[in-house]
Structures are given as C-alpha cells and as structure tokens.
C-alpha cells in the first residue's frame, strides 16, 4: 500500500486529532497516529460496496483518504444455504499523518474487522489490586480473553486468563469478573450477514504496563513510540506491512495481491 500526500492545511488539523486522544509524539516532525472505525457493506463477491468513517471529527481529507483505501480491499465471500450474499462488518484503522515539509504523507493500516461499538468501553481495563501488585514489585500483566458479541450487541466473557501461571493461581478469579464486567459494560453493533444480526467471538491479547511513578514525560514518549511502530506509520515512512487476519468473523479479509 502507497501512502499518498494530502495538502498542509491538514496540518492545522493536528492539534484537533490529539484532541480526539491520537497518539502524538513531542514534536510537530513526529507521526501523528489516529485509531477509527469504519462501517462497511460487503457485497456477494466480497466488494465493498459502501464505506461510511465513523468518526466525524476525523478532518474530512483524511476521512476520504481512510475511505478510498478501504474501497480497494476485498473479502472473502460469505456463503449461506449455499449461496453467496453480502453484509456488513466494522474495521478498525490507523491513519498515521507524516510532516514532509509543507505536506503531511497519510497512511492507513487494516487492523481487523467485527462488531462495531457503539458504547466506548473505558480506557482501560480495570488492573485487579494494583497497590498491591506494585508493592510485590510487579510492572504489568500479560495474558488473553475470548469474548462473545451476541446478535443483540451484548457481549459476555468466555475466558480471560493471564500468562504467568502464578498470578493466574492467585488473581485468576479476581481478573475474570473484572473482565466480565468491563466487557459488559460495553455495547456493540453486531455484524449482519444478508441483513441478519449474527454473533462473534473476539480473541485479544493484552499487555498491561505501569509504573510507579509515571511523569507526564514518560507518557509522552511511549504515545510517541506507539505512533512510530505502528504499521501505519511505517507505512507513511515507507516501509510496508502484512495486515492481521480477522478473528471469527463472518468476513475475512483477503490478502493485497
């Protein structure tokens, strides 16, 4: 995927995105890094047929840029009774922006599609009894959940576990309710497959950092790290990268050939 150059007057949009909660690092020569949603309709044959960017805050240049790149992908078709039909699905994106000069290079990376959401979740997990941890002297947690989104938009946990087997054994229980009320606090627009609601289950990884004494300093730099490792950065770069493959959705997306 090319990235392409969208006139400076973006660049006047910038301080909007970091508004938004985009990733930005401490300076106007660092990539910018935007995460949004799109709405998209899938014909039989795996087209996109509409787009529609969720966020409308999103400046409207880079709303179209998110939308033309989008039209380019393709799905693998889906089969009911033995006939292809089409759908809706929702992807989510990055759309890095570059300064070059008196020009912003734009890129737009695939992260993965399935239900969208229409209640934001918080902005974090809640992290069990974090003075605690902190005092034994652990820094993060790492593990899995698998959840279901229902065809009604609810969802419910059917597993979260963490990676270390002893924090398992001692916090399992504790991290799983907590899990189970997250998720359920959150409200998703399900995916329809010739215009019937269907159910997915979403797998995550997650990997939660802390310290205990985090500067404003130290935020800054590793927002500003994210943006420079994105896909979507390296992309704008230069540099270009593989797309994930969407988990136990209907639609899968098919590789660029």
Not at 136 to 143: P, S
Not at 199 to 223: G, H, L, N, Y
Request: net charge positive; charged share 30%; glycine share 8%.
């Amino acid at each position: 995927m090319k990235s392409g150059s969208v006139n400076a007057m973006v660049a006047a949009s910038i301080s909007c995105l970091v508004g938004m909660g985009a990733v930005k690092a401490a300076n106007n020569e660092q990539p910018v890094l935007v995460l949004t949603e799109a709405m998209i309709d899938v014909d039989a044959a795996g087209n996109v047929s509409s787009i529609e960017i969720g966020d409308s805050k999103l400046p409207l240049p880079l709303r179209e840029r998110a939308a033309e790149v989008a039209r380019q992908w393709r799905f693998q078709p889906v089969l009911r009774d033995g006939r292809a039909v089409g759908g809706r699905t929702y992807a989510r994106m990055h759309v890095c922006l570059l300064p070059e000069g008196e020009d912003l290079r734009v890129a737009v990376d695939y992260l993965g599609n399935g239900p969208g959401i229409t209640r934001p979740r918080s902005p974090a997990p809640p992290v069990l009894p974090m003075p605690e941890l902190i005092r034994k002297g652990i820094g993060g947690l790492e593990g899995k959940r698998r959840y279901r989104i229902g065809a009604d938009g609810h969802a419910t946990v059917e597993s979260a576990t963490l990676d270390d087997p002893k924090l398992q054994k001692q916090y399992g229980d504790v991290w799983l309710r907590q899990q189970r009320k997250w998720v359920a606090e959150t409200r998703y627009k399900p995916e329809l497959v010739d215009g019937v609601a269907v159910s997915t289950v979403m797998e995550e990884d997650f990997d939660i950092m802390w310290q205990r004494r985090a500067t404003k300093r130290d935020f800054t730099d590793a927002m500003a790290r994210m943006a420079r490792e994105s896909r979507a950065c390296r992309q704008a770069e230069g540099f270009e990268a593989s797309p994930p493959v969407a988990v136990d959705s209907p639609f899968k997306r098919l590789p660029e050939s």
